[in-house]
């Protein structure tokens, strides 16, 4: 069994435009727990490959030239592995290392796109993406965590991530959160507990 065993897998999740190639969400992710043996700054397996802006960019830049001419939806580029779907005008990105399974990366771009297909209700494009960031934002966050899978069940992940309907929610406006009202359902709680217990239900 090798020593270097590690639930992270990916380091980078892409949300890029097709039209003029902005990111609209990009998250690159670095082991969470590096070696012991490593001395801070220096490059460890799972450290982040491209840890400034400057190195990010022009890694996505490489990458939309490379993808846009490929027919299939994994690649090798730049050492890395990376899996993509293209939806409507933007691409979904999964990168992962060199050694890391296709198959399992590609469940995870298929999550993204599913999740977001649910939550967008299949209108996954760069305006409503813009406009529901905050559902994207949690989305990716929900099946990703410091480069660590947590879920690749679009429906699960869309249950979490949407929001609930207003109509389903208490109603606030009527509970008396005021020291005499805790009091109150303090004073409610014993009486009730008093009347089970002479009872004889507890």
Request: aromatic content about 6%.
């Amino acid at each position: 069994m090798p020593s270097n065993m590690s639930l992270f897998s990916i380091n980078a999740m892409l949300i890029l435009t097709t039209d003029d190639r902005t990111r609209l969400l990009t998250k690159y992710y670095s082991a969470p727990h590096p070696p012991a043996h490593v001395a801070p700054g220096s490059s460890y397996p799972g450290a982040s490959p491209y840890p400034t802006l400057k190195d990010q960019k022009a890694f996505e830049k490489g990458l939309m030239e490379k993808t846009n001419k490929q027919t299939s939806d994994v690649i090798l580029y730049d050492n890395r592995v990376v899996v993509f779907k293209m939806e409507g005008d933007v691409m979904l990105y999964v990168v992962g290392g060199a050694e890391e399974n296709e198959v399992l990366l590609f469940s995870v771009v298929l999550a993204l796109r599913d999740s977001l297909s649910i939550l967008l209700k299949n209108s996954t494009d760069k305006r409503t993406i813009i406009e529901n960031y905050d559902l994207v934002a949690l989305a990716v966050d929900e099946i990703v965590d410091d480069g660590i899978i947590l879920e690749t069940d679009p429906v699960i992940i869309a249950s979490r991530v949407s929001k609930p309907p207003t109509q389903d929610m208490v109603n606030m406006k009527n509970i008396d959160l005021s020291e005499q009202g805790l009091l109150n359902v303090w004073e409610f709680g014993k009486m009730k507990l008093a009347e089970r217990m002479r009872q004889g239900g507890l």
